[in-house]
T-cell receptor, first 112, second 114 residues
Framework: AQTVTQSQPEMSVQEAETVTLSCTYD???????LFWYKQPPSRQMILVIR??????QNATENRFSVNFQKAAKSFSLKISDSQLGDTAMYFC?????????FGPGTSLSVIP | EAQVTQNPRYLITVTGKKLTVTCSQN?????MSWYRQDPGLGLRQIYY???????DKGDVPEGYKVSRKEKRNFPLILESPSPNQTSLYFC?????????????FGPGTRLTVT
């Protein structure tokens, strides 16, 4: 069965610093997709970054990058130069083909 | 404007009173899905649909029904709501060519069942 685990319920980081959010998953498939979504206090869900499992190169989007370790089934998110607007819940998600499984989320606070 | 709309945004109801939460998207997406969000549990998939007249159960389908008669609409039906269905509900849609596409989420529906 597909599962997604986020072991850090809450984290904080100083503005302009770097923070890494952890995610591990389990799937029996060889090809799948991984996502990080952000949910600010407005509740709107926003895609941060996406990774295809068959691509070895780690995805990057501006200040956001991932460390994808396929053998370890690990998919961590690094946020560089943290900004106040990064304060949000962050959800890791995985899909094989049709179902989508989300982790329980990490609440990130950026401190001025 | 490309968007997913949900109605109502807030709903308070009583146990056993049938209700429907509507979801509509204007992006011609094949894939649509319903999630519920509960503290500490993240988002859990209720039902999803890969195209018109094709629906499948997610991880928590008990107590819910869906239908996909048109590509743009995917209503969520609670025939006999119970207090454990009090939650924040999201509808989402995406392109579907083998999966892996960004999902676009609606604004959420806060449901309280007393």
């Amino acid at each position: 069965a597909q599962t997604v685990t986020q072991s850090q319920p809450e984290m904080s980081v100083q503005e302009a610093e770097t923070v890494t959010l952890s995610c591990t998953y389990d799937t029996s498939e060889n090809n799948y997709y991984l996502f990080w979504y952000k949910q600010p206090p407005s509740r709107q869900m926003i895609l941060v970054i996406r990774q295809e499992a068959y691509k070895q190169q780690n995805a990057t989007e501006n200040r956001f990058s991932v460390n994808f370790q396929k053998a370890a089934k690990s998919f961590s998110l690094k946020i560089s130069d943290s900004q106040l607007g990064d304060t949000a819940m962050y959800f890791c998600a995985q899909t094989d083909y049709d179902k989508v499984i989300f982790g329980p989320g990490t609440s990130l606070s950026v401190i001025p | 404007e490309a968007q997913v709309t949900q109605n109502p945004r807030y709903l308070i109801t009583v146990t056993g009173k049938k209700l429907t939460v509507t979801c509509s998207q204007n992006m011609n997406h094949e894939y649509m899905s319903w999630y519920r969000q509960d503290p500490g549990l993240g988002l859990r998939q209720i039902y999803y649909s890969m195209n018109v007249e094709v629906t499948d159960k997610g991880d928590v389908p008990e107590g819910y029904k869906v239908s996909r008669k048109e590509k743009r609409n995917f209503p969520l039906i609670l025939e006999s709501p119970s207090p454990n269905q009090t939650s924040l509900y999201f509808c989402a849609s995406s392109l579907w060519y083998g999966g892996g596409h960004e999902q676009y989420f609606g604004p959420g529906t806060r449901l309280t069942v007393t």
